[in-house]
């Protein structure tokens, strides 16, 4: 780590070629009004536009950009990683390149960071430009999640934060592959509070979260930090079996001591595609836990950099995260 630098900010990209000249411009008029040494650092995430070769640009024009280029689409919390693995600064501020988390909110999580916060969340109380049906389902998964894990998790927070260089330290050390940054930031502890602010609709260009990778994500978050939803098929599954038990009795007593018939096969095949059906999702919520397993076992590099530029050359790296090819500017 340089001594010299303060402040490391890390922005994840994928095909954001639109919006990331403005977002430079903004957290430059930021970071320069701290009159402390700072380094941006922007992950591109496998795009498939101009996103890279605008960055190689910015990184011609001012030495403080650094950039970080997957071999391929790796996801938004590895290229987090990424940035947090190659970040020299003190303090690390993860920021996503859509600016609709303002960088003016910036100064304020770093006045709190110097009176002894390591982690300065950043937790909307509006959110301005999206669906009645994205914010009401955010708002219950970040509910549901904390409702289901051992220890807090903040509601109505994103990965955008500032985080101290012991944090960083700490979750440069912790090797899972199926990451939830910010479940991770919360589970580590150490002492965190709250900047609230309006978060604003997108700059520019599409989300890169539509409802399928917004269910995936949410399902790896729960997965990762929770064995609750094992434990409730197992509850489940006895409740089941115990009504299942009940209701052979009652067809057993019916037939030996009433003349009543059971009529017709359709309810029978209701009851047997109902139970099959509880039984496949039984399955199901186990075989994303092994299918985690499977991964964790495999021992493959977190991600693959294709080109690393405007780091030092003593700039950390671990060999069991990273496969990497690194050119400097």
């Known amino acids: ?177 199926n990451r939830y940054v910010r479940g991770l930031v919360s589970w580590i502890g150490f002492r965190q509070t709250a900047v609230r602010y309006v978060r604003e609709q997108r700059w520019a260009g599409e989300t890169k979260y539509p409802l399928r990778k917004m269910l995936r994500f949410a399902s790896d978050a729960i997965v990762s930090f929770s064995f609750k939803p094992l434990r409730l098929a197992s509850y489940l599954g006895f409740t089941l079996s115990g009504l299942s038990f009940l209701y052979l009795m009652v067809v057993l007593w019916q037939k030996l001591f009433t003349d009543t018939t059971i009529v017709g096969w359709a309810s029978l095949i209701a009851l047997n595609l109902f139970f099959n059906g509880i039984m496949l999702m039984i399955l199901g919520i186990i075989g994303e836990y092994i299918g985690r397993i499977y991964d964790e076992s495999k021992g493959r590099p977190l991600y693959v950099l294709q080109e690393k530029i405007g780091f030092d050359e003593h700039a950390a790296s671990e060999p069991n995260r990273i496969a990497e090819k690194i050119v400097h500017m």
């Open 1 to 177: 780590m340089s001594a010299d630098i303060r402040y490391s900010v890390i922005v994840p990209m994928y095909n954001e070629e639109e919006v990331i000249e403005a977002t430079y411009s903004r957290l430059s008029e930021v970071m320069e009004t701290l009159d402390e040494r700072y380094e941006l650092i922007f992950v591109n995430d496998g795009s498939r536009d101009r996103t890279r070769q605008v960055v190689l640009d910015l990184c011609r024009n001012d030495p403080r950009v650094r950039l970080l280029s997957f071999s391929r689409n790796f996801g938004h919390q590895i290229a987090i990683s990424a940035g947090m693995d190659h970040a020299q600064g003190q303090a690390v501020i993860v920021i996503d390149a859509d600016l609709q988390d303002p960088p003016e909110v910036i100064p304020e999580m770093i006045r709190l960071w110097k009176t002894g916060y390591d982690v300065v969340y950043g937790q909307r109380i509006k959110r301005n430009g999206e669906t009645l049906f994205k914010k009401w389902s955010a708002a219950l998964f970040y509910r549901l999640f904390r409702s289901l894990t051992s220890f807090e998790i903040p509601v109505d927070t994103g990965d955008f934060r500032l985080i101290d260089r012991k944090v960083c330290d700490t979750l440069k050390g912790l090797k899972e592959k």
